[in-house]
């Protein structure tokens, strides 16, 4: 057996995790191997130093002053929840105000429309003023289509060669 | 009454529950991180918070494990954050290792010169210390705390296999730094 699988078998025996073929095996390799016998004298009292450490009280009277403690923690929770919620509320908030706000500022507004684009949707003749003009039987209307009538008969008048 | 009866009552909110719990485990706790923080007052601080926390949690224990597992996750996780909030959490590479076994051999010729058993364990403390923290967690637990290794395993989400290599590693180590002392005690032999 070499000596690092003697060290490993060491190791292990000290936690009982060796069989009885293992531990037979060891123990002809530690009667031959003064260094390996150094090693696991020394693994053992390095145990019996350790386990020297084991269980320590704390201090006193440990409940009676964890129990204050744990009323008060119970008082403190919902609060402590609250100003958790809280604390993720705000910027959800916030993110929501800039959301809204950017649907508002990015969508298109209905325009308002143009006279003539409502007597359409109404199903109204847009022309319906101009065309009471000529149609119209008032008398200054009648005067005003023969002024523009006259004006279009008139020969332009240019200015006369030499 | 058993445990799970102990901690199912202690989660519909009775105090005398969970005051049993508390009993049962507060020397366990303290010892776990008076191994880890060494101020007694600090240790203490540290094992009733540790309890605090395990009271806020409970309602989210589901017994999927043993009480004593979880609370021992909850211990390792706070007295890592109180050591890391002193600055003491640093991690020492094994070239720092043995450069202190080096630097403390002088301590250690001490030690053996005085041959008292308080200077022993002071220097077993000291060495365990300087031990990276992975190495000194799974030491603690197994070889001062005495739990068994499928209970490491379960505590510190660590396969088997990787509990038994980092325990041996951290024996290893810790034999190093205390040879010159160890070889003055001796050991009896059994296997």
Redesign the interface.
């Known amino acids: 057996m070499k000596c690092k699988t003697a060290e490993t078998w060491i190791l292990r025996s000290l936690d009982g995790r060796l069989d009885e073929r293992s531990r037979g095996l060891l123990a002809e390799h530690l009667k031959g191997c003064a260094s390996c016998r150094k090693a696991d004298a020394e693994y053992r009292s390095m145990m019996t130093l350790l386990r020297e450490e084991r269980e320590d009280a704390p201090l006193p009277r440990f409940w009676e002053r964890l129990e204050p403690r744990l009323r008060e923690e119970q008082k403190i929770v919902p609060l402590i929840l609250w100003e958790r919620w809280a604390l993720h509320a705000i910027p959800v908030f916030a993110a929501l105000v800039v959301l809204a706000a950017g649907l508002f500022i990015f969508t298109p507004q209905a325009r308002e429309m143009s006279q003539s684009e409502a007597l359409l949707i109404e199903n109204a003749n847009p022309f319906s003023e101009t065309r009471s003009l000529f149609e119209g039987k008032r008398p200054e209307d009648k005067s005003m289509r023969l002024i523009f009538a006259s004006l279009d008969e008139k020969p332009s008048v240019g200015r006369q060669s030499p | 009454m058993d445990e799970k009866q102990l901690v199912r009552l202690a989660q519909d909110g009775s ?1 005398a529950a ?2 049993e719990l ?2 049962k485990y ?3 706790v ?2 776990m991180a ?2 880890f923080i060494r101020n ?2 600090a ?2 601080d540290a ?2 918070e540790v ?2 926390k395990a ?2 949690a409970l309602p989210k224990f589901h017994l999927k494990s043993e009480f004593g597992t979880w609370l021992y996750r909850i211990a390792i996780n706070h007295i890592k954050d109180v050591l890391r909030k002193r600055g003491r959490a640093k991690e020492v590479s094994l070239d720092d290792v043995r450069e202190l076994s080096v630097a403390d051999e002088n301590a250690m010729e001490k030690a053996e010169a005085e041959r008292e ?1 308080e200077a ?2 002071g220097l ?2 000291g060495f ?1 210390q300087g031990l990276p923290e992975k190495y000194r967690v799974i ?1 603690t637990l ?5 739990l068994a ?1 499928d209970e490491i395993s379960r505590v510190l989400h660590l396969s088997p296999g990787t509990v038994d290599s980092r ?2 590693r951290a ?2 180590m ?2 190093n730094k ?2 010159p002392c ?2 003055q ?7």
Not at chain 2, 185 to 191: D, F, I, L, Q
């Open positions: 105090q969970f005051e508390v009993a507060q020397s366990k303290f010892s008076m191994n007694r007052e240790a203490d094992a009733q309890f605090l009271y806020l058993t022993r364990r077993v403390q365990v030491l197994r070889d001062i705390q005495g290794y325990l041996h024996r290893r810790l034999r205390l040879g160890l070889s005690e001796g050991g009896s032999h059994e296997m």
